[in-house]
């Protein structure tokens, strides 16, 4: 058995349509949102309906990097979101994401001490259940990959392989062969029958800003359609995720 959970940062507006196409495949999604990080963002409307079928988490207000603010500005950012979500679908957000991935210890005791459950970071390339519930990692990122784009979805032939020699090493530890690393898909796709066959967890987490900006949206449809063909995948949420973490322990 593998689970499957996706999640979203930022709480830009493309994410409706991010949470439209895992919704074809039944896939879960977990929404980490800001309240004033980017210019075409969600409104408290969209945001509740998000929550309908998919979780919302908490992403602080403004995007700031945690670990150069006041431990007062901080919890401002950390708790504010809380609060700020919470009001707007009525029940508890447990779960936070550091902006840019960037905590300390901390910033990690001041999101249990805001109430939070857990907190993701971005870290890659894990295939196990949470061991730490304020530093829950990832194991992929959607991003183009292996070569390096511009904003039209075009080749950036600047540092054209720039993605393949930082990201090289986490794909490995996934065990994709280099010949599979032609693309973000084929690589993919090998990550996921490498999770598929060890079991585990299998953690995709993206920007839909990025999808749109380089243009992923194909990408991100014919990864779900390949792994939701699969027998023994659950699909969960990060907190359903975490949950189960905790039962086990
Ligand atoms: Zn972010």
């Not at 999770?195 to 585990?200: A, C, D, L, T």
């Not at 299998?202 to 699969?230: A, P, Q, T, V």
Request: charged letters at 20%; hydrophobic letters at 35%.
């Amino acid at each position: 058995m593998l689970m499957v959970t996706t999640s979203w940062d930022d709480g830009d507006l493309s994410d409706t349509k991010v949470a439209g196409i895992l919704s074809r495949y039944k896939a879960k999604g977990t929404f980490y949102i800001t309240k004033r990080y980017r210019e075409n963002r969600l409104s408290e409307n969209q945001i509740r309906a998000l929550s309908l079928e998919h979780e919302i988490g908490a992403h602080t207000l403004t995007h700031p990097n945690l670990t150069a603010l006041s431990q007062e500005k901080d919890f401002e950012e950390i708790q504010g979101s809380k609060t700020w979500l919470e009001g707007i679908v009525g029940r508890e957000v447990s779960l936070f994401c550091y902006p840019f991935g960037l905590y300390n210890a901390t910033v990690a005791s001041l999101v249990q001490k805001a109430g939070y459950r857990g907190a993701r970071t971005t870290a890659h390339s894990h295939t196990e259940l949470p061991t730490s519930a304020y530093e829950m990692p990832t194991t992929l990122h959607i991003y183009p990959f292996p070569f390096r784009k511009n904003v039209s979805g075009g080749y950036y032939w600047g540092r054209l392989l720039q993605p393949f020699f930082e990201r090289y090493q986490g794909y490995r530890t996934l065990g994709v062969p280099w010949w599979k690393m032609y693309s973000w898909l084929s690589a993919a796709k090998a990550a996921f029958d490498y999770g598929y066959k060890q079991g585990g967890v299998f953690h995709l987490w993206g920007h839909s800003w990025e999808l749109e900006r380089y243009g992923m949206w194909n990408d991100l449809e014919s990864f779900l359609r390949y792994i939701s063909s699969k027998q023994n995948v659950r699909f969960v949420t990060n907190g359903e995720l975490l949950e189960m973490s905790k039962n086990k322990v």
